[in-house]
């Protein structure tokens, strides 16, 4: 009985010489590359999906961290990965970013991958405390004018100095950036009066209590209100500027030159599994915002254009590695 399925696989391949392990895809355990550490957004976000995704492939989706480098390690050993389907990543939205993190970066974002589709994306939520003069977003950037000196704002990554660069378009006035390890440092700097205003995500301020600890949400900076924090108001809604939008996301991509087949099986199962209702649920109370199109087609056209309008962005902002 062992034997079974060999044996059935072997018939039919001798049946329809033709056919190649592409076309019983998959066959084994797909190994999905996280470049972070457990715990974090991408993480959490990861982990119940790939156990629907592994129901619906009818084979295990396995999770495998890989941090370093700002995702950059993760990312090249995939890149550098057979091209069977069996070796997965995911992609978050700085992917595009990579020449602004390394000199040397080992791989083209674009050429060396082959996307699946996005599943969540994880706006920036710009808070301060209660200690400051202000409790909005355009009270914070009048403050700033009439103080000349502008206002200090901490951000963690490559996209929340791009935010701090619109900002700057938005208010003309002196934005002073400090960079942090990590999102939750610049909640308890905000909190405790060391720093004016800050860059961080609605996971990490959901950890907060906001009645406790006096903490102001200013503005969130998605195109339209986040589902996980419907109170917030969006930069675009109190600035009047419509393009503003800054959101990290996060995706699946395996390396250049998947066969067709493998990429439509992977886009199918992840659009299928990201219409679960009971998976919108829980990634919406983690505080992350699902995508509502996960295909293949749509992350390309959101890799491109990322790659160019961030790009631009990040060359204004004289941000380098």
């Known amino acids: 009985m062992r034997l079974l399925p060999m044996t059935v696989l072997m018939t039919v391949f001798f049946q329809f010489p033709s056919l190649s392990l592409a076309d019983v ?20 976000s990861a982990r119940p999906i790939a156990s629907l995704l592994s129901a619906e492939l009818g084979q295990q989706v396995v999770i495998e961290n890989k941090p370093g480098a700002g995702a950059i390690l993760g990312a090249d050993f995939v890149a550098k990965a057979p091209a069977d389907g069996y070796t997965l990543l995911l992609v978050p939205g700085t992917h595009t970013l990579g020449k602004y993190l ?21 706006p920036y939520v710009l808070v301060t405390g209660p200690k400051q003069p202000f409790s909005s977003l355009m009270e914070m950037i009048a403050y700033g004018n009439q103080q000349g000196s502008g206002f200090s704002f901490g951000t963690t990554d490559v996209l929340g100095m791009l935010s701090v660069e619109l900002l700057k378009s938005v208010s003309q006035t002196k934005v002073v950036q400090i960079n942090y390890k990590g999102a939750p440092a610049i909640v308890n700097d905000v909190l405790g009066g060391h720093l004016d205003s800050g860059a961080t995500t609605p996971p ?118």
């Open 25 to 44: 895809y998959p066959s084994k355990p797909i190994r999905w590359i996280v470049p972070f550490a457990p715990g974090g957004s991408s993480d959490s």
């Open 204 to 321: 990490v301020v959901k950890g907060f209590s906001k009645e406790k600890n006096g903490l102001r949400m200013l503005a969130i900076t998605s195109a339209k209100r986040s589902p996980s924090l419907p109170d917030v108001p969006t930069v675009a809604e109190l600035t009047g500027i419509k393009s503003f939008e800054i959101a990290t996301w996060y995706g699946i991509a395996g390396p250049a030159g998947m066969p067709v087949n493998v990429v439509e099986r992977l886009e199918k199962a992840l659009i299928k599994v990201m219409a679960d209702p009971g998976l919108k649920t829980k990634l919406i109370d983690m505080g992350v915002d699902v995508i509502e199109d996960s295909s293949a087609k749509s992350m390309t056209a959101t890799m491109r254009s990322n790659f160019d309008q961030w790009g631009k962005l990040a060359d204004k902002a004289g941000i380098k590695p």
């Open 102 to 122: 390394s000199k040397n970066l080992p791989y083209d974002p674009i050429k060396d991958f082959t996307p699946v589709g996005r599943m969540v994306s994880v």
